[in-house]
């Protein structure tokens, strides 16, 4: 089992910034990718950004390339996403995800069945 927390969400206002933390417990198993995604009521979720444990590789979704940033913190149970220049649309309920499968290796997007490891979520709120 691999459980996650986020946190960090909050408020802000359009062109404001915000870090998003991911905290997961202890696993002994490979994790193949960390992630985030995002859901808004009535609309699918959203996989905007992913780390490659071990590797240089990450993935940004178009709607966040240049102004999200994925990391992972010193220990590999911490992953961040810094977030800047915010707009109202980002506004959603930000989940953290874990693939220790490998599906999402392979795949070119994110997809959340993908990951069989989720955080509660974290609101994030953009005003204009």
């Known amino acids: 089992q691999v459980q996650l927390e986020e946190s960090g969400g909050g408020s802000v206002q359009a062109g404001g910034s915000l870090r998003l933390s991911c905290a997961a417990s202890?696993?002994?198993?490979?994790?193949?990718?960390m992630a985030w995604f995002r859901q808004v009521p009535g609309k699918e979720r959203e996989g905007i950004a992913a780390?490659?444990?071990?590797?240089?590789?990450?993935y940004y979704a178009n709607s966040v390339k240049g102004r999200f940033t994925i990391s992972q913190g010193n220990t590999k149970n911490t992953m961040y996403l810094q977030m800047s220049s915010l707009k109202p649309e980002d506004t959603a309920m930000y989940y953290c995800?874990?693939?220790?499968?490998?599906?999402?290796?392979?795949?070119?997007?994110?997809?959340?069945?993908?990951?069989?490891?989720w955080g509660q979520g974290t609101q994030v709120t953009v005003s204009s």
């Open positions: 995800a874990a693939d220790i499968n490998g599906g999402s290796w392979y795949n070119p997007v994110l997809v959340p069945r993908d990951f069989g490891y």
């Open positions: 202890k696993y002994s198993y490979s994790v193949y990718s």
């Open positions: 780390i490659y444990p071990g590797t240089n590789r990450t």
